[in-house]
């Protein structure tokens, strides 16, 4: 009874960290800070009360709708609150109430973030990627760790990601990778240690295919399938690796 009690805690307080998750999706691709001023509408320029920011709930109480200039307010923050509020559920639900839950839920938090930014803006701000890879090495050693170590995986990762790119540029003459990327890879490799890191990879290109086979001559942003491969190998790690043991040795 008290689990359900706390994962209901759990849910609620990642729903709080969706709302200013949206702020930062928001403020940050335009360089604004994510503290000053306070919360408005992007309409109107309105500051807006205490209760317009409850999550969820306030945007299904004003119809969608600003308060005051009436203009419609995107589908986007119920869905990032809800889909921030799920993401800490299935992370305490996988990991309990460890000392390191927090940093691996804020490392997850910011890849949402990313993912959010990529699709819309195409971008990827340092600040968000930086801070998802800093969350993610702080994490207790463990075997499924390159030398049992997070931080000696994400060197590993990233440094293994920027080397196989600059080949690859120099082969094809052209940039094979942005610098963004290779910060992810960090980010996973940290979170999901080796063989996690590989399975994340394959699966994201696995997902990315039936998009890009859509997208003809439009960009198709990589960082939110890199995000979702991330996220299903860290939940599913046992799985995966069964599934790879089984491929292998059959």
Known sequence: MDNIFLSI????????????????????????????PSSHCTS????????????????????????????????QYPLVEFLTGLLWLALFVKLGWVWYFPFVAASFTALLALTVIDLKYYAVPDSVNFFALTMALIQPDSLKMAWGN????????????????????????KEA?????????????ALLGFPGFFLA????????????????DTMVPFVPFLALATLVIYLFDTEANALLGWIIYG
């Open 177 to 189: 990778m942005g610098g963004a990327d290779v910060i992810v890879a960090g980010t996973m490799a």
């Open 9 to 36: 805690a759990v849910f609620i307080f990642g729903l709080l960290i969706g709302s200013f998750l949206n702020v930062v999706i928001y403020r940050t691709p335009r360089g604004e800070s994510i503290a000053f």
């Open 44 to 75: 109107c320029h309105t500051k807006l009360k205490w209760y317009h920011n409850i999550p969820i709930f306030s945007w299904l109480f004003l119809g969608g709708k600003c308060s005051f200039c009436k203009e419609p307010i995107s589908k």
């Open 150 to 173: 997070p931080v000696a995986s994400a060197l590993l990762a990233a440094g293994g990601l920027w080397l196989l790119a600059k080949i690859i540029s120099i082969v094809a003459r």
């Open 201 to 216: 990879l394959f699966l994201s290109a696995i997902l990315a295919i039936l998009p890009s086979l859509f997208a003809k």
